[in-house]
C-alpha cells in the first residue's frame, strides 16, 4: 500500500479527536450555564447595563424552555408586583435567560400531576398575572428569541411590543390541538390585534408562525436582522423610547390603552385628562429649556 493511502486514515483520528474535544467543551459549558441558571430565581428583574431607566424581566427555566410552572409563575408575579410600583423603571423587556428560548407555555408535565382544583388556581393565577403585565403603567416589550407557544404567546400579548428573532420558527396558539383553547387571555387579545377573522385562523388551525409571518400577520411588531436577537433588537428599541419622558411614556400608555373602549368623544375628553397633569412636571419645563437652548433633555420623572 503507498503512503498517499496511508496518510488520510493517520489524519482521520487526529480530526475526530478535535471535533470530540470541541464537543465535550460545548456540553461543559451548557452545563456550567444551567449551574448558574439553577442558581437562580426562575422569573427575576436585573437592570440592563449602561441603560438606566431601562429593565430586563428575566424567564431562567432553560431546562424546560421556559415553560410556566407554578413556581416560575409566582415569582413572575413578584417580579411583575415589585415593577409596577418602582418609578425608576421606564420600559420593561421580558426576555429568557437562554438564549434560543422565550417561553414554551405552561409545564405540561407539572399539569398532568395536578388536581382539577390546583388547575384552576393556576389558570386563575396565569390570567391576573398577564392581566398585571397588560396593566403595567411603563411600556413592556417581548423579545422573542425562541418558541411562543400557547402561554408563551399569551405572555408576549400581553405586553405592548412584541419583537422576534428572524431564525424563530415557531409562534402560535396550539390549544386546539391538545383538545383545549387558549385560556390565559388568547383569544381575547389576539383579537383585539389581529381582528377576529385572523384570530380564529390562528386558533383553529393551532398554526405555527414562524418570525416573518408572525409579522406579517401583525403578530409581532419587529424582527430582527439575522445576525442580531431578539433581545438585542428589544433593547435597541427600549433605548429609543427610553429617550422620551417617563410620565409623558405613561400617559400615553393610558390614553392609547383606553381608546378602544370608548367613543371618540368620551376617548377625546379622556386623553385631555391624561395630557393636562403633564403641563406642571419639572420634565415638561425641562424640555422647554432643552428646546431653547438646543441640548438634549434631561428627564427625571418628575
Not at 433605548?239 to 417617563?246: D, F, G, L, V
Amino acid at each position: 500500500m503507498s503512503m498517499l493511502a496511508i496518510l488520510p486514515l493517520r489524519t482521520r483520528p487526529i480530526r475526530t479527536f478535535k471535533q470530540y474535544s470541541r464537543s465535550m467543551a460545548g456540553i461543559r459549558q451548557q452545563q456550567r450555564n444551567l449551574s448558574v441558571a439553577s442558581a437562580l430565581p426562575e422569573a427575576f428583574l436585573e437592570p440592563v447595563g449602561g441603560e438606566q431607566g431601562v429593565v430586563a424581566l428575566t424567564l431562567n427555566r432553560p431546562s424546560a424552555k421556559n415553560a410556566i410552572s407554578v413556581k416560575l409563575l409566582k415569582q413572575l408575579r413578584d417580579a411583575l408586583d415589585k415593577a409596577a410600583f418602582d418609578p425608576s423603571v421606564n420600559v420593561l423587556i421580558i426576555r429568557s435567560s437562554e438564549p434560543g428560548s422565550f417561553c414554551a407555555g405552561a409545564d405540561l408535565v407539572e399539569r398532568r400531576t395536578m388536581t382539577k382544583a390546583e388547575v384552576n388556581k393556576f389558570l386563575a393565577d396565569l390570567r391576573s398575572a398577564f392581566c398585571l403585565l397588560e396593566d403595567l403603567p411603563m411600556p413592556t416589550i417581548a423579545a422573542i428569541d425562541g418558541p411562543a407557544l400557547g402561554g408563551g404567546l399569551e405572555l408576549a400579548l400581553s405586553c405592548d411590543l412584541r419583537v422576534a428573532g428572524a431564525s424563530v420558527t415557531k409562534i402560535g396558539l396550539p390549544e386546539t390541538k391538545l383538545g383545549i383553547i387558549p385560556g390565559a387571555g388568547g383569544t381575547q387579545r389576539a383579537t383585539r390585534l389581529l381582528g377576529a377573522s385572523k384570530a380564529k385562523t390562528l386558533i383553529f388551525t393551532g398554526r405555527m408562525l414562524t418570525a416573518q409571518d408572525a409579522l406579517e400577520w401583525g403578530v409581532v411588531d419587529v424582527v430582527s436582522d439575522p445576525s442580531s436577537t431578539a433581545y438585542e433588537a428589544a433593547l435597541k428599541l427600549a433605548k429609543e423610547i427610553n429617550q422620551s419622558a417617563p410620565l409623558a411614556l405613561r400617559a400615553a400608555k393610558m390614553a392609547i390603552s383606553k381608546a378602544p373602549e370608548l367613543d371618540l368623544d368620551s376617548g377625546l375628553s379622556f386623553e385631555r385628562a391624561c395630557y393636562e397633569p403633564l403641563l406642571s412636571t419639572s420634565d415638561r419645563m425641562e424640555a422647554l429649556d432643552a428646546f431653547r437652548e438646543k441640548r438634549k433633555p434631561i428627564f427625571k420623572g418628575e
